[in-house]
């Protein structure tokens, strides 16, 4: 399994130039620049046999330790035939946050990035229909970010009180 | 014509007066839970369906950013709450994947045991639900009369009905006692009688097989496009389980079936289920009696889990990992990566993407939700189908609701 | 409709008739299930064929808020979901009662975050609280008793006991049993005490 894991990146890095690769705890995981990311993707994909797109999530760095980038969006890859998995990682920093939609490639990505979008604030170019899914439509911040409080900022007590004799 | 059969696109008048809203939820008896589709209809057919999701966030991943690893078993619990044992299974397979520690055969045995019985508790409240909505009420008070036996077991164990927390980082917090074993084994022998009973109910049950077969199509290749998992891509003829693709804890030792179909409509997804229910009902009779002897958590000098009183009391290695795991400024030694670890829940493949930084509280703790993936699947699967099949296509999909918002 | 009086005349017709009235609709409380979690699967299980919530009559679940008269609500609210949550009560005929099931549709339960609702009881009247994560289906059940002793205490029958609040009195087994420790508490003295 590792030998043809190896081969996807070495494909990879055969065309699409070279790119970080590191491995921990059988995790393989491969550093890929934004503006490549959908060509390695559809390398991926169409060559490789990736094509189930487990998830797609987005860490924010900010109070992290040695962080170099604020955003690291993560995408998590299984090949159905051969069980081996990948992991693709994508790094942003503001105020570009815009990184190209998965979607044509893995339909189960549109909802992914919407989540993405809704609790990181990153946009997704291409994306058939890229507004909120969790937080309420009129909602402003973005809420996993590091720099909203767990408990808000006063949202969930913003509510008219209905007493007994109103209602 | 059968009612099931979806009518070709041109033959739907698009701006024609009969097309009309319906608003589906997000309080509806039918809706597991808090979840709203808006509907548009041409009389009764669905030409499209629209999800509107959120009515249940309630922000588990932001939580899990101030919990540590062993308090927030607690909140996973509440995540899939049908399966709540699962879902700490899996947060601990990966916390544990992340700390690189191997558990204990007999932890990896009752761990096996508690998530098999909550998979047979999930997929009983699936198909009963799945069958109360479309009129059976009967099979659905059979179904909950034999989760109220696996509470009781889950009682027996931890003192709580469901959401027991039972996992911690390299261990378990209860562990079996002959009672306990008792009732998992009068379990294994009266529930195939149940089972016979439902599929007696629903199986051949013309009213049932008519408003399921046919309905809610799903092909292999849109399955595995749309990131399905678990008894809905088995049931489209995908033959993807993680207990033998990815074998985790002890399910390499046990001798069992992976039930898929090819039809891929809502009778398939019911009748995946109820086969799956048997084979866990084989894992469960081989665990209980073979269960390995020995210590339910990994050693002490791990400094991971919490040791005995006596050990505490009379070892200097005990006492050294009670101080360094009680005192507030110490903690487990967590490095800072990251990692995915997944297992085969009942509803797909449930996994965390937890990013340590160092200290005991995860610095970023995402669920990847097998609901969450499964619902963006429902328009495509409702359209052309009438109103009363949403029901059916609904409740095959098993969407809950606390994991599809988290 | 519903007197302005503080107090309505206490007469024996009228009491016979409250009585009646109350014994009525508390031996068919119908419940309007707003689970949305945890609790939902549980007030289920009440309802199941082990804790039958039928032999206290409530077992006739009606979804719509027009032809319910106790909603149970189960389960964490959500911020989004609020908002439905108001209008649903707005939308129960009166009588009506509500039961806030559970520990977070009571205080916001171990959620304590941007995205739940920290009790309901802040947004809507609540007449019963259930704690417990989720409560055994036996508490549910003491909560549906003690809620027919309070419509049985308190209840008209033409409903303006939510009006006046000289009808509203403590819970039966509060008045019954003595409060152990708390009568001799005497709140001027050692103000840097916590309050119990």
New interface residues.
Partial sequence: MSADNMTAIDALKARCGDMPVSEFRGDRRVVVAKDKLLDVMSLLKGERGFDLLVDVTCVDYLNYRDATSRFGLVYLLANTATNERLTVRVYLDEPDLTVASMVPLWAGANWLEREVFDMFGIQFDGHPDLRRILMPEEFVAFPLRKDYPLQGRGERHNFQRLTRSEA | MSIAEPIAESSVARESDYVWTLNFGPQHPATHTTLRIVLKLDGERVIDAVPDIGYLHSGFEKTGEHLNYNQYVTITDRMNYISPVANGVAWHAAVEKLLDIEITPRCKYLRTIVAELARISDHLLCTGAMGLDTGAFTFFLYAFYQREVIYDIFETISGQRFHPSMTRVGGLAYDFTPLVIEKIRTFVKNFPQTLDDMERLLNRNRIFVDRTKGVGLLSKERATNMSATGPIARASGVTRDLRKDEPYLAYADFDFQVCCSKVGDCFARYYVRMAEMRESLKIVAQAIENIPAGPINVGIDERMTLPTKSQVYQTIEGTITHFELVMWNRGFVVPSEETYAAIEAPNGELGFYVVGDGSDVAYRARTRPPSFIHFSLFPELIRGHTLSDVVAVLGSLNIIAAELDR | MHSNNPAPPENVVVTQLDALANWCRKNSLWPLP?????C???F??TG???YDIARFGAEA?R?SPRQADLLIVA??V???????L?R???QMHEPKWCISMGACASTGG?????????GID????VDIYIPG??P?PEQVIQAVIDLQDKIQREGTIEGSE??VASRQQKKRALQELPLYGRKTFVPSLAPSVPTP
């Fill in positions: 707003f689970a949305t979690a945890c939902g699967i549980e289920m299980a199941a064929s082990k679940m979804f389960g964490r959500a911020m989004k979901m609020l908002p439905v108001q649903i009560w707005q171990v959620f304590d975050n941007y995205a739940v609702v920290q802040r947004f809507i009247p994560c989720p055994r939510f009006e």
